[in-house]
């Protein structure tokens, strides 16, 4: 069974620093997708970036990027020039056939 | 606009009552997922169902019950048997077979027994 990792149940950082969020997972399967959701305040999830496991390029979404290494199963999260808005649960999750697992998450604080 | 929406947002349940939780989306999404979260556990599978008329059952299945009639639709029920059932509950949908694009949210409901 695949399973996610988080090591780090919280963290803390100033505005505009730069911060990794770590996650491991465990399956094997050599197809699968990567994601990391973002939960606000408000509950509501969203997704923050996704990577496909067949490609090597790590995804970049603005301010968002990933670490993917895939020999080391390790999908990390980097947050530059964080914002007062970043602060939230972050969950790193795996997609292999048909459903997601998540990992209990990180709880980020953007300190002004 | 296309969503998915959840409803109520917030439910409270006195002890023995079985209690349904709505999910419907109008993204003409295949699958329907149910998630429990709960403080420092993630969020952690109940149901799915990846069509209509069928689903499965996710890792804490006991103590609930699902139905897909319909595509847009999703109902979840949380009944008696359920002995711990005050949670943040969170429904998702998403396309199947198109690669990992990831889930659609609801907004929650915030079940609480009273």
């Known amino acids: 069974a695949q399973t996610v990792t988080q090591s780090q149940p919280e963290m803390s950082v100033q505005e505009a620093e730069t911060v990794t969020l770590s996650c491991t997972y465990d399956t094997s399967e050599n197809n699968y997708y990567l994601f990391w959701y973002k939960q606000p305040p408000s509950r509501q999830m969203i997704l923050v970036i996704r990577q496909e496991a067949y490609k090597q390029q790590n995804a970049t979404e603005n301010r968002f990027s990933v670490n993917f290494q895939k020999a080391a199963k390790s999908f990390s999260l980097k947050i530059s020039d964080s914002q007062l808005g970043d602060t939230a649960m972050y969950f790193c999750?795996?997609?292999?056939?048909?459903?997601?697992?998540f990992g209990k998450g990180t709880r980020l604080h953007i300190l002004p | 606009d296309g969503g998915i929406t959840q409803s109520p947002k917030y439910l409270f349940r006195k002890e023995g009552q079985n209690v349904t939780l709505s999910c419907e989306q109008n993204l003409n999404h295949d699958a329907m997922y149910w998630y429990r979260q709960d403080p420092g556990q993630g969020l952690r599978l109940i149901y799915y169902s990846q069509i209509v008329n069928d689903f499965q059952k996710g890792d804490i299945a006991e103590g609930y019950s699902v139905s897909r009639e319909k595509k847009e639709s999703f109902p979840l029920t949380v009944t008696s048997a359920q002995k711990n059932p005050t949670a943040f509950y969170l429904c998702?949908?998403?396309?199947?077979?198109?690669?990992?694009?990831?889930?659609?949210f609801g907004s929650g409901t915030r079940l609480t027994v009273v």
């Open positions: 999750a795996f997609m292999g056939d048909d459903k997601i697992i």
């Open positions: 998702a949908s998403s396309t199947t077979g198109t690669g990992g694009r990831g889930y659609t």
